[in-house]
């Protein structure tokens, strides 16, 4: 297990090296506060985005359009566990 641990940890870090260097290069300067601030917009951006998503599309294939069926209200509600964490700790 270990080996195909190693194996697979060489292959990525050779193709994501260049990549996240300059991001890695770019979030060493900023406090940690500001990397906290990053995940719980980022995660906040994405609970926005679901909410302006179609009610077609959230309902497709599904038989009852309940708000308990809503996907766009789950995902809000699910992400509020992690916002809190983020800014707690």
């Known amino acids: 297990m270990e080996s195909l641990t190693n ?4 292959v990525l870090v050779r193709i994501l090296k260049p990549f996240l260097d300059p991001l890695h ?8 506060s500001m990397w906290r ?5 980022f995660l906040l951006l994405g609970a926005l985005w ?8 959230v309902f497709r294939g599904c038989k009852t359009q309940s ?3 809503d996907l766009r209200i789950w995902v809000c509600v699910l992400i509020v566990p ?3 964490i983020y800014l707690i700790f």
Request: glycine letters at 4%; aromatic letters at 12%.
């Open 50 to 57: 679901t909410l302006f998503l179609s009610r077609e599309s």
């Open 82 to 84: 992690y916002l809190l």
């Open 7 to 10: 194996t697979i940890e060489s």
């Open 37 to 41: 601030i990053s995940v719980c917009l």
């Open 25 to 32: 290069g770019f979030m060493d300067q900023l406090p940690p």
């Open 67 to 69: 708000k308990w069926a």
